[in-house]
């Protein structure tokens, strides 16, 4: 799925190509699209149609379009393959188009949701006082947000009796990090993913914190992260932190630190890539 810099780069697209403009008609093309609106396709075409988008806001790994005029947001779910474009109205129709919604204005572009997978879709919802979707409400703050609370990050994560790469994959405690991102970020601090959370100091969890925005941060000068194709930004161009990886797929491949093949293991039905050396595993209790 998309991660933390995917989104804000198809949120910041948006914000330049769709925000302000009046919605004159949406068509749900597969109603699969709209499963998360209880009340149906036409429900949510006829409750968007007339209505402005706001500027398009993230938490996280989550989009949403806020409608200047009501309390409620459309609230974007990419899935593994859901894309957000903003197209010419002559552009051919892509051959997984699900929703396409129309403007009053006169710019000739429209914003379309295309997804192969059909595990992403659009859905309207009331807003928290905060201007969050009510669904996504407990979603915490990601490491970029300004308001990001590093002492209690800190102080939570030493409560989770867990271990680091889950922690930091739980999104209730910091949200935005995916596999790809926690993967990088432990490469970057030198630790295993399977670490425990009750064993970090202060000063490591600040270290930590300190790579994950530093990883976030490189991945959105170049536009995310890439495989194949499917994830885009609203233009339809693939992002290329794919090539600046240095643990994520480098399975086999020397570390770019010290040299030792990267290895890759299981890891809740999801894969882990680290280095065995830089990156040496908890020592078991006895």
């Known amino acids: 799925m998309p991660e933390l810099p995917e989104v804000e780069v198809v949120r910041r697209g948006l914000d330049r190509w769709a925000a302000h403009r009046t919605v004159a008609d949406v068509e749900v093309l597969h109603p ?68 396409r919604i129309r403007f009053s204005d006169g710019l000739g572009t429209e914003l379309r949701f295309v997804d192969q997978r059909t595990f992403g879709g659009l859905s309207l919802h009331d807003n928290t006082p905060e201007g969050l979707p009510d669904v996504i409400a407990h979603i915490a703050r990601d490491p970029l947000d300004p308001l990001f609370d590093e002492e209690v990050f800190h102080q939570a994560l030493r409560r989770k009796r867990s271990t680091i790469k889950r922690a930091l994959l739980d999104q ?13 970020a432990l490469w970057r601090a030198r630790l295993h993913y399977d670490r425990p959370t009750s064993t970090f100091t202060r000063p490591r969890t600040l270290e930590l914190l300190g790579h994950v925005r530093d990883v976030m941060n490189a ?16 233009n339809g161009e693939s992002g290329y932190f794919d090539r600046s990886l240095d643990a994520y797929g480098r399975e086999g491949l020397p ?32």
């Not at 988008?53 to 200047?68: A, D, H, M, S, V």
């Not at 957000?84 to 109205?89: I, M, S």
């Not at 809740?268 to 990156?279: A, I, L, V």
């Open 172 to 184: 209730s405690l910091i949200s935005g990090v995916g596999n790809i991102y926690a993967d990088e």
């Open 32 to 99: 699969r699209a709209v499963r998360r609106h209880a009340a149906g396709a036409q429900d949510f075409a006829h409750r968007l149609t007339g209505h402005r988008i706001g500027t398009p806001r993230r938490r996280g790994k989550y989009l949403w379009l806020p409608l200047e005029d009501t309390d409620q947001s459309v609230l974007a779910h990419l899935g593994m393959s859901g894309q957000l474009l903003v197209q010419p109205h002559s552009a051919p129709d892509e051959k997984h188009l699900r929703i």
């Open 255 to 286: 570390c770019r630190r010290c040299g030792t093949p990267v290895r890759r293991r299981p890891w809740m039905n999801r894969s882990s890539y680290y280095c065995p050396r830089c990156q040496r595993p908890p020592r078991v209790s006895s």
């Open 219 to 234: 991945a959105l000068a170049v536009g995310g992260t890439s495989f194949d194709s499917l994830y885009v930004n609203v």
